[in-house]
């Protein structure tokens, strides 16, 4: 029972959390340059590692489906197969992988060590709202820069995916890209961008809100590092399969 009790607990907390990030979002107490400070490291480095393991992604799935479609006469559908599974699955969700391993650990880290250091308490002794200086901030950077680091893993797969498909799987180049026009839908690439923000939010708010209740010194923060990193990857799997089943049931 106790564990119901706390379960909902924290998601009335991280509904708050996110609550008061869009009143700090609407108010001038919003930190601009913090939140621009959070976009550069969220967004511009991650997209080395985000571009590299998306590509070898969309290079090994048409590894896959390259020469067994050709052997069964359907080569001409195989960008089509590839361009659907990167853009609709696997490029958000290797973003979200990426960015809950480095961004998720480092803010529930940094979070974590203000709190066992007494920083947290010196703002609030200072009239400055941890979830205002803090929080909103970086939910806000997070939402902004996982569709935009998406676009970037859509693109990186689906050129992975052509150079195998073509060099190694005897894929006719025209019908990899005519196959990617017509199966590719705006929609799907609309449905990734919206699934990348969700994400965005989740890693986000998991790794401040396990910041900010971080306790028992350097092993309190080691431990709300790992957590962080797991919850997020636990419920970006979890949220991807409804958000698929509700974008894609049709």
């Known amino acids: 029972m106790n564990y119901f009790i706390e379960f909902f607990s924290d998601v009335g907390q991280l509904s708050y959390l996110f609550f008061r990030s869009i009143v700090a979002l609407l108010t001038v107490r919003f930190r601009f340059f913090l939140f621009l400070d959070q976009c550069f490291m969220i967004g511009v480095e991650s997209v080395p590692i985000v571009f590299i393991t998306s590509l070898f992604v969309g290079m090994v ?11 069964y006469g359907a080569g001409s559908v195989v960008g089509g197969v590839v361009g659907i599974a990167i853009i609709r699955e696997l490029g958000p969700m290797i973003t979200g992988v990426v960015v809950a391993g480095r961004v998720g650990s480092a803010m529930a880290a940094e979070i974590g060590t203000m709190k066992v250091t007494e920083q947290i308490d010196a703002l609030l002794s200072m009239s400055v709202d941890p979830i205002f200086y803090l929080v909103a901030p970086r939910v806000f950077a997070c939402m902004l820069m996982l569709p935009l680091l998406t676009v970037i893993a859509n693109l990186a797969g689906v050129i992975g995916g052509y150079f195998v498909a073509v060099y190694y799987g005897g894929v006719i180049p025209s019908s ?30 998991i790794g401040t809100f396990i910041g900010l209740r971080t306790k028992a010194g350097a092993r309190g923060v080691g431990n709300s590092t790992m957590l962080s990193v797991v919850i997020s990857l636990i419920l970006i799997f979890v949220f991807n399969y409804f958000l698929s089943m509700v974008m894609f049931s049709r």
Request: proline share 0%; charged share 20%; net charge neutral.
């Open 61 to 71: 799935f048409s590894i896959q489906t390259a020469r067994e479609f050709v052997f």
């Open 176 to 205: 990899f890209v005519e196959s990617i026009k017509f199966l590719v839908k705006v929609w799907d690439i609309e449905a990734s961008l919206i699934k990348a923000m969700i994400f965005g939010c989740i890693i986000s708010l």
